[in-house]
């Protein structure tokens, strides 16, 4: 299947409904691009599955009895990004730490405010990877942004996004 330029951004253009991706050496990967909505103020765990968290790039899903909600989802290249936008005065992005854990930049409302190293000697489920606290009450945005790269002590480049909590 040939795919042109034009083609392929309006498929990306198409919000909720399900979008071809190319991806490295002509790849072919549906995905589903949710529409991007607002979770409500308050203390609320939003579950990396909610259709409020929009995603680009590639997620992988992962099920184990010890993550948030019994699942997660995982990115290795650098085109991948998980954004939740929340009403609040804070937010906590809960992860996972390993040996193969890598580094992801974190964007608070488009500003870079970290760069998270996910990497452990021993896994660690639901770990809290970022915290914010202190934001004027109102609309917000956190991005989480998969590098592609990793610390000395690790081998490989996955983030992991399990749930956020919303303050």
């Known amino acids: 299947m040939k795919m042109s330029r034009r083609t392929a951004r309006q498929a990306v253009a198409l919000r909720g409904a399900p979008v071809l991706l190319a991806l490295l050496s002509c790849s072919w990967v549906w995905a589903q691009v949710p529409v991007a909505g607002v979770v409500p103020s308050g203390s609320t765990r939003v579950e990396e599955s909610d259709p409020t ?17 019994g699942s997660a989802v995982e990115a290795a290249l650098p085109v991948s990004t998980a954004s939740l936008t929340f009403t609040g005065t804070g937010v906590r992005w809960i992860g996972f730490k390993a040996v193969w854990g890598g580094i992801a930049q974190v964007y608070l409302d488009g500003a870079l ?21 202190g934001l004027t009450a109102g609309l917000h945005t956190i ?13 490989c ?5 399990d749930a956020f909590d919303v303050m």
Do not use: H, N
């Open 113 to 133: 405010k970290a760069t998270v190293d996910t990497f452990a000697p021993t896994e660690q489920a639901q770990a809290v990877m970022y915290t914010a606290t």
């Open 143 to 155: 991005t989480i942004k998969v590098t592609g790269t990793w610390s000395p002590a690790g081998c």
């Open 157 to 161: 480049s996955w983030v992991v996004v």
């Open 53 to 69: 968290v929009v995603y680009t790039g590639v997620w992988y899903t992962g099920r184990r009895p010890d993550l948030s909600g």
